[in-house]
């Protein structure tokens, strides 16, 4: 028997660039046709709440998309999460500048929703700690998005690795540049005393956490040490603490004791006449092979008189959103940026609807075990962020050439000096 129609009920905390680009067509999409399984039938994904600062982008969809979304209650103000909370939403979804994500993915949870979190899902370890066991406690899922695993390329690069198609990886070099609109317009309200590193680089560095670690065949592999430095003077005075560019560098151990060190490149200070919205590349080194990928080069070029480069963009990359006109004649928006977030829809309505009542334990186990997004699951790409921002802070501080350490004989994170300051703890835990 075919099963009834369900709806899970979702709230956005935040919505800024990235809900435009990818949550709020995932949302449009699910209204034209439900999420369904043979295990849950169909289910219906409805945008119930919003919850911001000053409620000015919710009143802009409000008055923007009547008939392509149901009407949803649109909170702001200092106790906007709380009124989103009572609004019977099942699950809500975190896209706020990272350094609020912690309080509203913890009350989220504490109020039994599930969550997910934009990238980085958290600062530090003991953030991370506290909202994998509220997630526990009161049996949801905590979740976060790193939609670049998504990403047609970085998916075949794993399924070669974890095939034995590529051998050992031994160092690698990534590279993210951004344009200066990033950094002086979308986001100048919270980029005072942050880098772009922590905002961009965990695409990489969770993409190599996982395409090489125990998820790709690789038990062993295990973190050892971070270093980093960066550059100042554009986006703030050039002896403060805001960043302009910065370079990491992340060495992992294999269970055979030789190295992979990876030097992961970010900047938000590129001109914004550059032809596609971001520079990106990678190269990846192996025993016995080598992988190289532009994702700005990807085959299309092209160019529109008084639109190009600034509104289009010469080279465009359709793989991670795009709207389509297909060859049916619907309209569609798709990419990567956006089924990465329908994933997590799928992983909820799973646990919520997937079978019987009291099986929803082995559902919630089943969904949680999903390594790719699971809070549990993020360990080493937080410690690499809190390493980051904690060896920028001493470069900062007239103190550069710093590395931490990861589990060492002091703890979980240790920051080192090279003029023999004592060394300091940044995590007593385990990573």
């Known amino acids: 028997m075919e099963k009834a129609q369900q709806t899970l009920r979702a709230g956005m905390a935040g919505l800024g660039m990235i809900f435009e680009e990818t949550y709020l067509p995932a949302f449009i999409d699910l209204r034209k046709a439900p999420l369904y399984s043979r295990e849950t039938g169909p289910v219906e994904v409805q945008w119930t709440a919003a919850a911001t600062r000053t409620g000015a982008r919710g009143q802009k969809y409000l008055a923007q998309l009547p008939g392509a979304l149901p009407t949803f209650t649109n909170h ?30 913890k009350k989220s949870l504490e109020a039994g929703k599930h969550v997910l979190i934009e990238k980085p899902s958290v600062l530090k370890l003991e953030q991370l700690d506290v909202l994998v066991e509220t997630a526990r406690k009161n049996c949801v899922l905590a979740k976060v998005v790193y939609h670049k695993l998504a990403d047609p390329d970085h998916k075949k690069l794993r399924t070669h ?94 269970p055979d004791n030789r190295e992979a060190t990876f030097d992961i490149h970010t900047s938000w200070v590129n001109p914004d006449n550059f032809p596609g919205y971001v520079e990106q590349e ?42 389509f006109l297909e060859p049916w004649g619907a309209r569609s928006r798709r990419g990567y940026g956006i089924e990465i977030i329908r994933k997590f829809f799928e992983e909820v309505a799973q646990v919520e609807f997937g079978g019987e009542k009291k099986d929803r334990e082995t559902r919630l186990k089943a969904m949680s075990d999903l390594h790719y997004n699971d809070l549990s699951a993020d360990r080493n790409t937080v410690a690499i962020v809190q390493a980051l921002e904690a060896l920028l802070e001493e470069h900062a501080g007239e103190n550069p050439g710093c590395q931490v350490f990861v589990n060492d004989p002091l703890g979980g994170l240790v920051l080192r000096s090279p003029g023999g300051k004592p060394p300091r703890v940044l995590y007593s835990g385990t990573v």
């Not at 906007?80 to 896209?95: S, T």
């Not at 951004?178 to 772009?196: D, L, T, Y």
Request: with cysteine.
């Open 161 to 254: 690795y974890a095939d034995g198609v590529l051998k050992h990886v031994n160092n690698g070099f990534c590279s993210l540049l951004e344009p200066k609109q990033i950094s002086g317009q979308q986001f100048a309200e919270w980029i005072q005393g942050r880098n772009p590193g922590t905002y961009v680089a965990v695409h990489y560095i969770k993409l190599i956490d996982f395409s090489f670690g125990p998820s790709s065949c690789q038990p062993g592999w295990k973190l050892w040490r971070i270093g980093a430095t960066g550059q100042r003077g554009l986006v703030g005075k050039p002896d403060g603490k805001t960043w302009d560019s910065c370079q990491l560098q992340v060495t992992y151990l294999h």
């Open 282 to 323: 990678v190269q990846f080194r192996f025993d016995n092979g080598i992988w190289n990928a532009h994702q700005r080069k990807r085959g299309v070029e092209m160019a529109v008189e008084d639109r190009s480069p600034h509104e289009i963009k010469n080279t465009p990359n359709h793989h991670y959103n795009g709207d």
């Open 76 to 105: 702001h103000g200092p106790q906007a999460l709380d009124e989103m909370l009572k609004q019977g939403v099942h699950l809500v979804c975190v896209a706020t500048p990272d350094d609020r994500h912690f309080q509203a993915a």
